[in-house]
């Protein structure tokens, strides 16, 4: 079984920043791509970023030019960098990895930006 354990939320004031980390309990390299998706009170699940494995990356439009994934491989560990956070960043964050059209989810990790 796939594991993913996220941390790094937390409470931040608007115009902060938080960096969130996911670490697999496989090597990132087996994952055809990993990606972060929030989900926010009343709201569905959205995409907020996916990283396909050789190929791009893609971002959300209201996170554009604010947030930035990235991984150390000698952590095996991927980063979700959120600067200028606002209000409406307020939401379970949740990294999903993909593997042979397997999804495998986090546990999710709150952050919550006040104003």
């Known amino acids: 079984q796939v594991q993913l354990v996220e941390s790094g939320g937390g409470l931040v004031q608007a115009g902060g920043s938080l960096r969130l980390s996911c670490a697999p309990s496989?090597?990132?390299?087996?994952?055809?791509?990993m990606d972060w998706y929030r989900q926010a009170p009343g709201k569905q699940r959205e995409v907020v970023t996916t990283?396909?494995?050789?190929?791009?990356?893609n971002y959300a439009d209201s996170v554009k030019g604010r947030f930035a994934i990235s991984r150390d491989i000698a952590k095996n560990t991927v980063y979700l960098q959120m600067n200028s956070l606002k209000p409406e960043d307020t939401a379970v964050y949740y990294c999903?990895?993909?593997?042979?059209?397997?999804?495998?989810w986090g546990q999710g990790t709150q952050v919550t930006v006040s104003s």
């Open positions: 999903r990895g993909r593997i042979r059209g397997n999804e495998y």
């Open positions: 496989r090597s990132i390299f087996s994952f055809d791509a």
């Open positions: 990283s396909i494995r050789g190929g791009s990356t």
